[in-house]
T-cell receptor
């Protein structure tokens, strides 16, 4: 089966600019996650979707981050305005069901804010 | 919330030797413990997992042990090979009827020396 697709692979922007990341999960996977991975650290959950509804966004910095999942398939994560500390890899993962144990991760988008 | 601590942060072993990575978790409700391998420029890939009703699981050269009383679990890699060199993450998942999420450790950079 095809994996989780993410784009772009790399992005360099100046602080205060905006940026968007795209994720296409594995077909049929109802649950979608966005994680932030700062260099040298483990992934940290930002937001979790079940179909097109938000299950948990308690760790999403809502003053600058937003995410949506239209029609319960693709998802977009946006940052506006970006800060230097947002430099990280943004990982998208999906799983078949809400209580499903297995996550599949995409390759991520590496964001550098200068 | 859940907190996962992982040690060591770096580990170097000679090819053919064994490697052990240890993690502790804080939430006694956590019931699923996966291990991920992350190679440079790629997303984390699930290599083995264990559920709370099992004490040990093995898959070829990889094994995981879980001590629920002490709230710690470990990854054991035997007969290490250069291709085992990567960053390894442990994670813990709690599920209480609401959103199930993985909390990751900070990672271990494993280097297998030829």
């Amino acid at each position: 089966e095809a994996g989780v697709a993410q784009s772009p692979r790399y992005k360099i922007i100046e602080k205060r600019q905006s940026v968007a990341f795209w994720c296409n999960p594995i077909s049929g996977h109802a649950t979608l996650y966005w994680y932030q991975q700062i260099l040298g650290q483990g992934p940290k959950l930002l937001i979790q979707f079940q179909n097109n509804g938000v299950v948990d966004d308690s760790q999403l910095p809502k003053d600058r981050f937003s995410a949506e999942r239209l029609k319960g398939v693709d998802s977009t994560l946006k940052i506006q305005p970006a800060k230097l500390e947002d430099s990280a890899v943004y990982l998208c993962a999906s799983s078949f069901a809400r209580q499903e144990y297995g996550y599949t991760f995409g390759s991520g988008t590496r964001l550098t804010v200068v | 919330g859940e907190n996962v601590e992982q040690h060591p942060s770096t580990l170097s072993v000679q090819e053919g030797d064994s490697a052990v990575i240890k993690c502790t978790y804080s939430d006694s409700a956590s019931n699923y413990f996966p291990w991920y391998k992350q190679e440079l420029g790629k997303g984390p890939q699930l290599i083995i997992d264990i559920r709370s009703n099992v004490g040990e699981k093995k898959d070829q050269r990889i094994a995981v042990t879980l001590n629920k009383t002490a709230k710690h679990f470990s990854l054991h890699i035997t007969e290490t090979q250069p291709e085992d060199s990567a960053v390894y993450f442990c994670a813990a998942s709690s599920s209480s009827g609401s959103a199930r999420q993985l909390t990751f450790g900070s990672g271990t950079q494993l280097t297998v020396l030829p």
